[in-house]
């Protein structure tokens, strides 16, 4: 474990404060069935910055995810978001998978169930809103399931934002993705994260970690060996499993 209260990248402005931030990891474990998979992990996420969870295949980065989302009960260790309870900081909280999970319904009623399941009142025109941020206005009563890869992505992230997250999970969101598809997406996550959402997402692309994130948590065999900027983080990695990652090797090779 590592660098726990490192601060971001100098960001020109300074982030807006949050209730939800810092979030501080302290001795959180996964070990189902005694067979530890994550953990021990301290980790503290600061506001401002967008963090990148990377590492080999297999090394934790979507348990570690999940942990953080409140999907997966840590077998030890907490997890606290600003002072908030858990219940209220779960709440503001949305994550987008690699693959969608849509509704088996049109594109407008997916962003309306979202809408609706926060209470919003003003469905019609949030909706617009959000269609055009997605570029799918035109698509708004074509089901949901029959939109590319690249747009049900697209839907999925803005269904997402529907319920006003202050935290935003990512999990390789376009790892199927074409390149253009790719660069929807990254606009879309730029634009969350300047509107003040906090941003946290793993990927495998190591250009998409230089273009969208501000730091990178390394993950190796389910511990972190580095929190570092990214600029740092590419240009000298600390640990030998970083440099094998970063050219393209397995750990221990
Ligand atoms: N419920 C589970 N029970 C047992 N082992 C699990 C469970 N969930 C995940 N694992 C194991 O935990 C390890 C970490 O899984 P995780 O999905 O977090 O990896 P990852 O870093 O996201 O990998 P990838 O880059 O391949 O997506 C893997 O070895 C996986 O097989």
Redesign the pocket.
């Known amino acids: 474990m590592h660098d726990t209260g490192m601060p971001p990248r100098i960001l020109s402005v300074a982030p807006p404060p949050s209730p939800f931030l810092p979030m501080r990891a302290r001795g959180l474990a996964l070990a ?1 069935r005694g ?1 530890r ?1 994550l953990g021990p992990i301290d980790l503290t996420l600061r506001a401002g910055a967008i963090t990148v969870i990377m ?1 080999h ?8 995810l999940q942990a953080l989302h409140g999907l997966l009960r840590p077998d030890a260790g907490e997890i606290r978001w600003g002072d908030l309870p858990p219940a209220e900081a779960r709440r503001g909280q949305a994550m987008v998978f690699q693959s969608p999970i849509l509704l088996r319904r049109t594109v407008a009623a997916n962003i309306d169930f979202a809408l609706r399941a926060v209470g919003r009142r003003d469905v019609k025109a949030r909706r617009a809103a959000l269609l055009a941020q997605a570029g799918l206005t035109a698509r708004a009563t074509q089901a949901a399931r029959r939109l590319s890869g690249g747009e049900q992505q697209r839907l999925a992230l803005v269904r997402a934002l529907a319920t006003d997250p202050r935290v935003l999970f990512l999990d ?1 969101p376009t790892a199927s993705l074409d390149p253009a598809a790719t660069a929807a997406i990254e606009a879309l996550v730029r634009t969350a994260h300047d509107s003040g959402i906090k941003i946290i997402f ?1 990927t ?1 692309d190591i250009g998409q970690a230089r273009r969208l994130a501000d730091e990178v948590v390394f ?1 190796q065999e389910g511990q972190i060996t580095e929190h570092t900027g990214v600029d740092e983080f590419f240009q000298s990695p600390k640990s030998d499993a970083a440099r094998a990652y970063l050219h393209g090797r397995l750990p221990g090779s």
């Open positions: 189902p067979q998979l590492g295949n297999g090394a934790g980065k979507s348990l570690l390789e793993v495998h993950l």
